[in-house]
């Protein structure tokens, strides 16, 4: 079954949601034809009548665009914070708890809490988790809601009967340690979890390093410093969404990274060619350098 990204949704407009102008306008146009007396005063900015269109016109946009918000509030795709966690409610998700802080200490901890990007993934998984017979992408959501510190995990079958998951963990390198396996081999190993003519494994990823070096020239007129920072937070980005795993790190996103505006040319010193690895793998970056040259 193929899997629609979230992300790549767009945001739908539920009322459509003209400028402020084009609103004003289409009011100055209702009020000239239902009070021809005042079509002179609409073209006047100081009349007061002007003033109350221009209030009205402003409210109406407002409105328009709560209700939009309102609209995406409901949309797994969109919604965020409180309004994901009552949609991932309806699947029978919660959001799951890192670190539960601590409310004595001084100044208290505040717990640290999974983010929406992972409770909307889990949340669209959760029909998956039902399935019977062992499907991929039911070990997948089982496996995520294990632990939160999962990251990532692959599935494989290397022989008839056997399920091999290699999970990455959300901390470090990636490299999840024996609590977390052992956590998750628990969780897929369940009665109500695993079919019964399954048997199921659990490794952890391996982890190849890999560094990242690239000198900018930078076009006359902007802050080196500015741009400079730009592309390190972009390359940095990008390194960090290419962490899990069969992931590869290729030339053109890293160049499409570091060329942000200000940017005359990228020259990439490490690595020299695309990085691809196995299913079991995961790529991290241990140094990003990223200079600004003459």
Known sequence: MSVVDLSQLPSPDVVEA???????????????????????????????????????????????????????????????????????????????????????????????MESDDRLRERARQALEGIAAAGPVNAYRFHAFSADPLVKDVAITSPSPGQVLVTVLSDTGDGTPDQTLLETVNAALNAESVRPLTDQVMVQGASITPYQVQAQLHIEEGPDAEVVRQASLSAVTAYCFARHGLGLSVTLSGLYAALHQPGVLRVSLLTPSADIDVAYDHALFADAISVEAVP
Request: hydrophobic share 45%; proline share 8%.
């Open 18 to 112: 003209p400028d402020y102008e084009s609103i004003l306008t289409e009011m100055k146009s209702f009020v000239s034809a239902a009070a021809p007396e005042l079509a002179p005063a609409l073209s006047r900015e100081s009349e007061p009548v002007v003033k109350l269109l221009e209030a009205f016109a402003y409210r109406e946009l407002l409105l328009r665009q709560r209700v939009n918000d309102g609209a995406r509030a409901v949309m797994l795709a969109h919604a965020v914070g409180a309004d994901l966690e009552n949609l991932a409610a309806l699947l029978g998700i919660s959001r799951q708890v890192i670190d539960p802080g601590d409310v004595d200490a001084t100044p208290p901890l505040e717990p640290v």
